[in-house]
Every structure is written in structure tokens, then in C-alpha cells.
């Protein structure tokens, strides 16, 4: 059994800073890819930001230069930096992860259950 949790969203005003968190944990014996998406109201499931198991990134477009994308291989665990914030980054963020279990079964799409972010005055 694979959970990825995630933690930190909430309220903020525009320009401000949320730092999310999302750990892997159970029986897992290698993660690789990590990244977040986030699906805002009306709108379709879009890439946020990923990162290799080595730090390669990548960005959206739309929230390079304000959101910075981290890792700690050895906790399993996937940062989002939000700097920055604007309206149209009010979403629900949701932690990807393609990982490898002990028994060697790989999974491609590993999904946290999605956090909230809002960002209004």
C-alpha cells in the first residue's frame, strides 16, 4: 500500500508565498518521477511542475520564475515553492508520483488526494 500525502495549501492574498508538501510512503522501494498538477474550476487537469529522481525539472509556462519545485529522495518527499501568487493559481493541487513497490511492480500514476489553494484579497 502506496499513500502520497499532501500538506500546506490554504488562503493567501495575491503576491503572497505557500510552500506545499507531499510525501510518498509505504511499500516503496524507488520513486522516481514527482510532480505536481493542479485542476482549477471549469478548467482541465494541467502540469504545474515535475522533477527526476536526479533534478531535472520542468515548468508550466505559466508559473516559471514564481514556483520552484524541490525533492528529498531520501523522505520521499516533493516540495512546490509559490511565490508570488496570483487569482488564476487558485486551484486544487494534486502530488504526482511514478514509483517502483518492493515486490517490483512499477505504477506510472501514483495521486495524493489533492490540496486547496486560494489566492484572494
Known amino acids: 500500500q502506496v499513500q502520497l500525502v499532501e500538506s500546506g495549501g490554504g488562503l493567501v492574498q495575491p503576491g503572497g508565498s505557500l510552500r506545499l508538501s507531499c510525501a510518498a510512503s509505504?511499500?516503496?522501494?524507488?520513486?522516481?518521477?514527482m510532480g505536481w498538477y493542479r485542476q482549477a474550476p471549469g478548467k482541465e487537469h494541467e502540469l504545474v511542475a515535475d522533477?527526476?529522481?536526479?533534478?531535472?525539472?520542468n515548468y508550466a509556462d505559466s508559473v516559471k520564475g514564481r514556483f520552484t519545485i524541490s525533492r528529498d529522495n531520501a523522505m520521499n518527499t516533493v516540495y512546490l515553492q509559490m511565490d508570488k501568487l496570483k487569482p488564476e493559481d487558485t486551484a486544487v493541487y494534486y502530488c504526482?508520483?511514478?514509483?517502483?513497490?518492493?515486490?517490483?511492480?512499477?505504477?506510472?500514476?501514483?495521486w495524493g488526494q489533492g490540496i486547496q489553494v486560494t489566492v484572494s484579497s
Open positions: 504526482h508520483a511514478d514509483l517502483t513497490t518492493y515486490s517490483g511492480t512499477y505504477y506510472p500514476d501514483y
Open positions: 509505504g511499500n516503496i522501494f524507488n520513486v522516481h518521477g
Open positions: 522533477t527526476s529522481r536526479e533534478g531535472s525539472t
